[in-house]
């Protein structure tokens, strides 16, 4: 069972826009989620994360909120720039101890001139 | 960035063969992950490490073996290697204080 989903394999926005990136859980014992970014033909980077305490994480034009009524997740990137071209996974952390990630499938953004 | 290094970057092999992937990190984490990337699944665990000769599967575990005998490597083992296990290979690690991981840059395996 795929209990993190990334509805949408692919967005394309206008540069300058705001993007909007959404993840829906399942498992309401989450508490800690991730944002990964990644170019073809290099490793996921760790973009920001948030805490289940918090329903809202800044930092620079990355925002990410929680709606855990909802069980729902949203990264907003304002204001769009060409480099945010980029496959985004979201992620909560598993078991306690060896702190295991899953990811979802992925949301490819275009961010076009 | 994290000194993460993987080798090799591109492999090319037969079924049935063996295949051994190595994760070499120089950061002295505790913890060291192995992931498989595929179109339609996200990145999904294979195994992992939380110390030397310490490991656990993973979601997916099945045809692959690892072993951590120093903490700076970390290899994945298919034993026999079959067409289903043609993906990118992911290594990652994380400092046991903090919850991100960090990847390394990936291996490309192709099995024929």
């Known amino acids: 069972d795929q209990q993190v989903k990334q509805n949408s394999p692919s967005l394309s926005v206008q540069e300058g826009r705001i993007s909007i990136l959404n993840c829906d859980y399942t498992?309401?014992?989450?508490?800690?989620f991730l944002w990964y970014k990644k170019y073809p033909a290099e490793g996921p980077t760790f973009l920001i994360s948030?805490?289940?305490?918090?329903d809202k994480n800044e930092d620079g034009r990355f925002t990410v909120f929680l709606n855990k009524s909802a069980k729902h997740l949203s990264l907003h990137i304002v204001p769009s720039q060409p480099g945010d071209s980029a496959v985004y996974f979201c992620a909560y952390l598993g078991i306690q101890g060896a702190q295991k990630l899953v990811f979802g499938q992925g949301t490819r953004l275009t961010i076009n001139p | 960035d994290a000194g993460i290094t993987q080798s090799p970057r591109h492999k090319v092999t037969e079924t049935g063969t063996p295949v051994t992937l190595r994760c070499h990190q120089t950061?002295?984490?505790?913890?060291m992950y192995w992931y498989r990337q595929d179109p339609g699944h996200g990145l999904r665990l294979i195994h992992y490490?939380?110390?030397?000769?310490?490991?656990d599967k993973g979601e997916v575990s099945d045809g692959y073996s690892v072993s951590r005998s120093k903490t700076e490597d970390f290899l994945l083992t298919l034993e026999s290697a079959t067409s289903s296990q043609t993906s990118v290979y992911f290594c990652?690690?994380?400092?046991?204080?903090?919850?991100?991981?960090?990847f390394g840059p990936g291996t490309r395996l192709t099995v024929l």
């Open positions: 948030i805490s289940s305490i918090k």
């Open positions: 498992n309401s014992m989450f508490d800690y």
């Open positions: 490490s939380y110390g030397v000769k310490d490991t």
């Open positions: 950061e002295n984490h505790r913890y």
């Open positions: 990652a690690i994380r400092e046991t204080a903090y919850n991100e991981q960090f």
